[in-house]
């Protein structure tokens, strides 16, 4: 299967119970994965896609989110921040030698992977990635 390497998706909104405490985890675990927030405000942050806001708690949004590490050993910081700045362990935290993915909860329990995608893209077809599913299974 052919899948194209571009945005699908132009914006990804999550509501969250608070706000401080989010943009503490997704601030740390996204410089571990070498970004930043793109724009900030008294009411949201967003990081290219991904917008989040603060809600009542029973506004929050449940997500499941999944982001690109450039190498397996960009997994170590992000699981590190991560717990370091108010997300949890997740049941099915992997992470090793030979791991290419990692799973952490964020403050509100939304669970928040990192995976190693080394998929290249083919080369008579810039632009489009081979797959054997069309999706990531993250357990």
Known sequence: MHYHNARLLEQVHVVVADLAASKRFYQAILHELGRTLSAEGADFFRADELLVTGGKPEQRSHVHLVFRAASAQLLTGF???????????????????????CTLLDPDGNPVHAVVDATPASEDKPGLLEHKAPFTVCE
């Not at 699981?79 to 993915?101: I, N, T, Y």
């Open 79 to 101: 699981v590190a921040a991560g717990l370091a700045a108010g997300g949890r362990p997740a049941p099915s935290l992997v992470l090793g030698d030979d791991s290419k993915r």
